[in-house]
């Protein structure tokens, strides 16, 4: 499974390329309004800064609802960088903006996707990338994790090649559940990628294995 980090902020994603695990990166609106980034030439600059800390693909969001503004934006987006990879909203008009960005041989990821039939749309138009939101589904009280499994059962039913990128993580287990049940990708807050390495046996483990090499210097020396 890629590991893939839901933020716009380059510290953070630095952090999380240096750790030699992340294989790209998702934005969205909210994530860039977050560190303060707006307007078209600084959302624009900040895209190419990103691409140019990671080796993966990065996700970046049209803002336009409209089929033709989202053509439009998600060209310009292409054009910044190849390892773009244009957002889109599933709707009419998106998925719309879907197919014709397949067609060009322009990645896609649709966004927004809460459910089966949604996902089932995005592969059919060709997206390279769905994105099914597991943690807004778990606040509304409805199991995020098994929409990842359904949407994988479709996608095997029928070859799909449409990657199943689990957004919306908000915790450690979210990832290895989503590995279980065969997402492609978790993208996922710096937070619940850096609390995977934390377990209280290695931390012991490690002081142990320490400690004796210490205890057993000293006794050569003596
Ligand atoms: O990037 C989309 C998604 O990951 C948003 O997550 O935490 O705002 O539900 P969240």
Redesign the pocket.
């Known amino acids: 499974m890629k590991f893939f980090i839901?933020t716009a902020s380059l510290a953070q994603i630095k952090e999380a390329q240096d750790l030699g695990v992340l294989d790209g990166v998702?934005?969205?609106p909210?994530?860039m309004a977050k560190e303060g980034i707006s307007g078209t030439d600084a959302v624009m600059k900040h895209y190419v800064a990103i691409c140019e800390i990671v080796d993966g693909d990065v996700s970046a969001e049209v803002i336009g609802t409209a089929y033709a503004d989202m053509i439009r934006e998600g060209e310009n987006l292409a054009a910044l960088h190849p390892r773009i990879v244009v957002k889109l909203p599933m709707t009419r008009d998106g998925v719309k903006a879907i197919k014709y960005f397949t067609g060009k041989g322009i990645k896609t990821n649709c966004?927004l996707v809460f459910s089966a039939g949604q996902a089932m749309l995005a592969a059919k138009a060709g997206a390279t990338y769905v994105?099914p939101?597991i943690?807004?589904l778990d606040?509304i009280s409805t199991d995020g994790v098994d929409l990842i499994d359904q949407i994988r059962t479709i996608y095997d039913n029928y070859g799909f090649g449409t990657e199943i990128l689990a957004?919306?993580?908000?915790h450690p287990m979210h990832i290895i559940q989503c590995a279980e049940v065969g997402a492609d990708v978790a993208?996922c807050?710096l937070s619940a990628i850096t609390a995977l390495f934390d377990h209280p046996l290695t931390t012991i483990g490690l002081e142990k294995f320490l400690a004796d090499h210490k205890k057993a210097a000293q006794a050569v020396k003596a």
């Open positions: 839901d998702t934005t969205n909210s994530l966004t994105s939101f943690g807004r606040d957004a919306s993580i908000r993208t807050p």
